[in-house]
C-alpha cells in the first residue's frame, strides 16, 4: 500500500497525516527530519499488544531517539487527573526537557490524555499521534482537541494543541475486537452524514451509499476498503479543522450525535456505553429529532438509523433509563450556550447538517423516553 499523506493546514501550526500499512516500522526514519528533541516517551495502554509498542520503539531507537515507556490503565473512566499526573511525573522524573516529544501510542483516551499532557507540560512539548483503534484513526487523533474528564462531565477540561503528526497505520486493526472496530464505524458513519457540509466529496457516490454497498468488506477488513473509509474520514476532518481549528462555527458539526453521546456515557459513569455506542444512540436521536422538526423526512432518518444498526450499533438507550442523569450531564456540555442546548441535526438530504439551538429541554426529555 502507498503511503498517503494529508495537511492540516493552519496558520500557527500545521501538521501532517501519514496513512500506510506498516507504517509503525518507520515511524523513527519520517520523525528524525522533524526537530522533536533526543527523548521520547511513548504512552500506550495495558491492552495494546507489546509487538506494537516494540516496533514502534525499535524504530525509534534505530533512528538514534532515547525512548522510555509507559503504560497506562484502558478505558475512558481512566481519562482523568491521576492519570494526567502520572505522564507529566514520569516525564519530570526522567528530566524531559521543552524540545522532547510526546507520543500517544494507543485509542482516544490515551491520545486525548497525553496530548493534554503534551500542552501543558513546560507549556508545551511535541506531540505525535499513533492511533491503534479505527476511533482513533478517524476521529480522537487528528484536529488537536485534548482533554481528561473530571466528575461533573466528559472533557470539560482540555486545550487545542495540534501534534506534530499523526501516523495511521491500518494493519493495527487486524488485532481490534470486532466490537472495538464497530465503535470506530460510529464517527465513520457521522462523516458520511457530513459530506454535503463538509464539502469533502468521497468519489462518483455519496460516502453514504459506499458504506451500505461495501458494508461486508469493511466488517471483514478489507484492505482496500478499510483504506478507503480510513483515508476519507481523515480528509473530511483534516479539511474540517484547516477551516476551523478552534470550534468557532464550522468544526461544530463534528459533534453531530454528540450532545447526546456525551450525556449517555456520563450518566452511566462511561461503563454501560463506549463512546462510540453512546455516538450511535446520539445520531439516532438526533435523526429523530430531525425528523420531527421536518428538518429532514421520516424515509431519511430511518436510512441513518438502519446503516447505523446495519453495522451491529445500538440505536436506542436500554431501558431502565437514567433520564435525569442524562439530562443533567447534557446540560453541562461545553456545547452548551446561555443555558440553552446546542444540536447538530441531519438537514435536508444526507450529507447535509446545520446548527440548530432552540430545542428545549422538554422536547429532549420526551425524545429519550
Do not use: W
Not at 502507498?2 to 500499512?21: A, E, M, P, R, T
Not at 509498542?53 to 525512548?67: I, Y
Amino acid at each position: 500500500m502507498s503511503l498517503k499523506k494529508i495537511k492540516i493546514n493552519l496558520k500557527d501550526k500545521s501538521c501532517d497525516i501519514f496513512i500506510q500499512g506498516n507504517i509503525q516500522t518507520q515511524i523513527g526514519r519520517h520523525l528524525k527530519e522533524k526537530k522533536i528533541g533526543k527523548k521520547i516517551l511513548i504512552v500506550t495502554q495495558n491492552r495494546i499488544p507489546v509487538r506494537f509498542v516494540e516496533t514502534v520503539k525499535q524504530s525509534l531507537l534505530k533512528s538514534g531517539f532515547k525512548v522510555f515507556t509507559l503504560t497506562l490503565p484502558s478505558g475512558e473512566q481512566y481519562k482523568n487527573l491521576d492519570s494526567l499526573l502520572k505522564i507529566v511525573n514520569f516525564a519530570v522524573k526522567n528530566k524531559f526537557e521543552r524540545k522532547d516529544s510526546f507520543i500517544a501510542l494507543g485509542g482516544g483516551v490515551v491520545s486525548d490524555l497525553t496530548g493534554f499532557a503534551a500542552s501543558i507540560y513546560y507549556r508545551g512539548v511535541n506531540f505525535i499521534c499513533i492511533p491503534t483503534t479505527l476511533l482513533g484513526m478517524v476521529d480522537a487523533s487528528i484536529g488537536g482537541k485534548t482533554a481528561i474528564n473530571i466528575k461533573e462531565g466528559k472533557n470539560l477540561v482540555g486545550t487545542f494543541y495540534q501534534p506534530e503528526a499523526v501516523f495511521i497505520d491500518p494493519t493495527f486493526l487486524s488485532t481490534l475486537p470486532e466490537k472495538e472496530f464497530l465503535i470506530g464505524m460510529a464517527e465513520v458513519i457521522k462523516y458520511a452524514l457530513l459530506e454535503k457540509t463538509s464539502k469533502t466529496k468521497f468519489s462518483k457516490i455519496p460516502f453514504f451509499k459506499y458504506l451500505k454497498l461495501n458494508r461486508e468488506k469493511i466488517l471483514s477488513l478489507d484492505t482496500k476498503a478499510v483504506t478507503n473509509i480510513i483515508y476519507y474520514s481523515a480528509l473530511a476532518k483534516a479539511n474540517i479543522v484547516s477551516k476551523d481549528e478552534k470550534e468557532s462555527n464550522l468544526r461544530a458539526i463534528l459533534n453531530l450525535g454528540h450532545t447526546f453521546a456525551h450525556g449517555i456515557e456520563q450518566a452511566y459513569n462511561y461503563k454501560a456505553y463506549t463512546h462510540g455506542e453512546a455516538v450511535s444512540i446520539g445520531t439516532c436521536l438526533a435523526s429523530r429529532l430531525a425528523a420531527k422538526h421536518k428538518l429532514i423526512s421520516e424515509k431519511e432518518a430511518c436510512s441513518i438509523i438502519d446503516l447505523i444498526s446495519e453495522y451491529g450499533l445500538p440505536t436506542t438507550v436500554k431501558k431502565p433509563i437514567k433520564l435525569n442523569a442524562i439530562l443533567n450531564s447534557m446540560l453541562l456540555d461545553k456545547k452548551v450556550e446561555n443555558g440553552k442546548l446546542k444540536f447538530i441535526l441531519p438537514y435536508g438530504s444526507i450529507g447535509q447538517v446545520k446548527i440548530v439551538n432552540n430545542i428545549g429541554l422538554k422536547e429532549v426529555r420526551s425524545l429519550l423516553k
